[in-house]
């Protein structure tokens, strides 16, 4: 559905020389990414800020031409066959919208139909899905101007799903959303995956959004993928390990130790102890503790996706860094 090879696009920039002088210089947003991605799949795009997520996005979608490399959405070239790629594909970019500011949400709906000439029948029966599980009814006739973020997010998904995208490109959909809203949007997109119908590609700083949404997890840094597989590959490849939290009624005897675990901290006087998992199951770490000790109450912990993305982040600017110094 969607395929990208040694895609790679350079901006000219005007940096500092000196007190005076400007030098032009090349940036590389994206340096050489190739994907492939299957239809149906749910995919997070994720990286630092600067990372080419939105430049990608951007390439995909036909905003801007890339200046190297091949990419094809939908079987079409996306700059070239961009007004055919636009009846294929719904965008959600949080700094454009697609709505009209002084109209009605309802009146912005109608219009889409008109501009996509989507049968009536068609967009009635996406409209009715998506003022139901967007919750849209109480500002279908709101202004788009005086809707919060929260609404106008959600009325922006609806704007880009009225025509029935084969794919759908997010670009951080969450962003600056309260809770309810980020919930609804959340459900919204999971219930969209799970039918299978829509393939979606999403940016986002909130990996609760990836957790909750996509299997697939691609990471780019300094225009680069650098991881490119499941939130448990991620997790496997980084060494995360689960943890075990444990409240005693009194401390460990000195010396304790659980084959398989590493005694990380110890709190409480001794009273609260986590172990890291590292090559015991949660199982048997559990029964070699509560027969060792007397346990008051304990909890395994899952390892924490913020934790191992930001490892992520440092290990690869850190070889960023080491090829940077090795090429100079
Ligand atoms: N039109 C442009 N001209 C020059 N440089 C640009 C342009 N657009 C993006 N860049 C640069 O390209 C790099 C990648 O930008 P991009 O917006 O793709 O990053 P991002 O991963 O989406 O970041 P963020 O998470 O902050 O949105 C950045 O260094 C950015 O400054």
Redesign the pocket.
């Given at each position: 559905m969607i395929e990208m090879k040694n895609l790679r696009k350079d901006?000219p920039?005007r940096v500092k020389a000196g007190r005076f002088r400007r030098e032009k210089r090349v940036?590389t947003?994206?340096d050489g990414v190739s994907l492939s991605i299957a239809a149906g799949e749910m995919v997070g795009y994720i990286?630092?800020?600067?990372?080419?997520?939105?430049?990608?996005l951007k390439m995909l979608t036909g905003v801007l031409a890339p200046s190297a490399g091949e990419v094809s959405v939908c079987g079409l070239s996306p700059v070239a066959q961009r007004t055919r790629l636009a009846l294929r594909i719904g965008v959600v970019f949080g700094q454009r919208s697609q709505l009209w500011w002084d109209l009605p949400l309802r009146e912005s709906f109608r219009l889409l139909k008109h501009v996509y000439r989507v049968p009536a029948a068609e967009h009635e029966t996406r409209l009715r899905r998506c003022r139901e599980l967007l919750d849209l009814d109480a500002f279908m006739e709101t202004p788009v101007r005086q809707l919060s973020l929260g609404q106008r997010m959600r009325g922006e998904l609806t704007a880009a799903l009225l025509h029935g995208p084969e794919v759908l490109f997010l670009?951080?959909p969450t962003i600056g959303l309260d809770v309810v809203s980020k919930q609804a949007v959340r459900s919204f997109l999971g219930e969209l995956g799970r039918g299978g119908d829509v393939t979606l590609v999403l940016?986002t700083?909130d990996l609760a959004d990836i957790e909750r949404l996509c299997k697939r997890l691609v990471v780019?840094d300094h225009?680069r993928v650098v991881h490119d597989g499941t939130i448990e590959d991620l997790h496997s490849r980084y060494g995360s390990r689960r943890r075990l939290v444990a409240d005693l009624d009194s401390p460990l005897p000195p010396g304790f130790a659980l084959p398989g675990a590493v005694l990380s901290t110890v709190e409480a006087d001794g009273h609260r102890v986590t172990f890291t998992l590292e090559s015991i199951a949660a199982g048997a770490a559990v029964a070699a503790l509560v027969n060792a000790a007397s346990v008051r109450d304990l909890s395994v912990i899952e390892p924490d996706i913020e934790d191992v993305v930001a490892r992520l982040y440092r290990c690869s600017i850190t070889s960023t860094a080491q090829d940077g110094s090795s090429a100079s």
């Open positions: 901006f920039v940036l947003a994206v990286g630092p800020n600067g990372a080419g997520k939105s430049t990608t670009d951080e940016t700083h780019i225009g």
